[in-house]
């Protein structure tokens, strides 16, 4: 019997613009039109940075409401997940939208370079993003971009601060974080499934390891994460036209590993999160 793949589609993140590719949204309304796309071709989690006028990364917790508001209205039961990743914004805006209530919201536990910049994450403001997520009950998505992530969100689970089971990505080809190499992301599954047994996991691959990272998380039994925020291509020779576009190759590439892509239902029930109203 074939096993679900949750896929999930990170829409804008906060680096591309639309100069780099036309079809990253940037408003809200093509934010909410890109995700119903992907919605349409196999995504059931939407992870969501939003950006204001000058297409610079925003903290608006309204922004962010507007388009849970539309995910809600057009995509029944997709999984919303806000970012509370660091680029562009101060420590205290990052947690500002949770009040909103998503489903989930990413949290990197611990610190990474990153391309051109430090991605900060010190244990105080790791606390207090948890915290925040536990008060309101949003489920957290923990992001791995290097090694002590892992045992870090392990120990937070272990001392209640991170409510189990957990769910953890692990993000691939970042550069100078960890690159995109086998070994790595099955010593990493493995290492998760030894200290969380009930844990889930996704793999994301920034770049042109996106679609080999695909591969990889079909085959070892993951979930799968695509979208223009981790790479505005489609293959060498030309850009991707949508978010969908790339979702629609992740639920193509799923048959030949015994997967489907996992409906709104199957993908709530495997991450313990309330059934859709
Ligand atoms: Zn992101």
């Known amino acids: 019997m074939s096993s679900p793949c949750i896929i999930t589609v990170a829409i804008t993140g906060s680096v591309p613009r639309k100069e780099d590719n036309p079809a990253v949204p940037i408003t809200v309304a093509e934010q909410v039109e890109s995700t119903q796309e992907a919605f349409e071709a196999g995504a059931t989690i939407v992870h969501v940075h939003v950006r204001d006028e000058a297409q610079k990364p925003s903290s608006d917790p309204e922004r962010f409401a507007a388009f849970q508001e539309g995910v809600h209205r057009h995509c029944p039961g997709m999984i919303v997940q806000f970012s509370t990743g660091g680029r562009g914004r101060a420590p205290e805006e990052?947690?500002?939208m949770?009040?909103?209530?998503?489903?989930?919201?990413?949290?990197?536990t611990g610190s990474v370079n990153f391309p051109n910049m430090i991605y900060e994450n010190p244990?105080?403001?790791?606390?207090s993003l948890a915290a925040a997520m536990q008060r309101y009950g949003v489920k957290p998505e923990v992001e791995v971009f290097d090694l002590a992530m892992l045992y870090a969100a392990a120990a937070m689970a272990e001392s209640g601060s991170l409510k189990s089971p957990l769910?953890?990505?692990?993000?691939?080809?970042?550069?100078?974080a960890l690159p995109p190499r086998r070994e790595i992301l099955e010593f990493e599954v493995a290492q998760l499934q030894a200290l969380l047994p009930d844990a889930t996991w996704t793999a994301a691959g920034i770049g042109r390891s996106q679609l080999e990272i695909n591969h990889w998380a079909l085959e070892m039994g993951g979930h799968c994460r695509t979208g223009l925020e981790d790479?505005?291509?489609?293959?060498?020779?030309?850009l991707a036209?949508?978010?969908?576009?790339?979702?629609?190759?992740?639920?193509?590439l799923c048959a030949g590993y015994g997967r489907h892509p996992a409906s709104v239902a199957e993908a709530r029930e495997i991450l313990k999160l309330p059934a859709a109203v």
């Open 94 to 96: 990052r947690g500002a």
């Open 98 to 108: 949770l009040h909103h209530k998503p489903d989930m919201a990413s949290l990197a």
């Open 123 to 127: 244990p105080e403001l790791i606390d």
């Open 167 to 176: 769910h953890v990505q692990f993000v691939c080809g970042l550069k100078n």
């Open 231 to 238: 790479n505005i291509r489609f293959d060498k020779e030309r």
């Open 241 to 252: 036209k949508s978010n969908a576009e790339l979702v629609a190759r992740v639920a193509a």
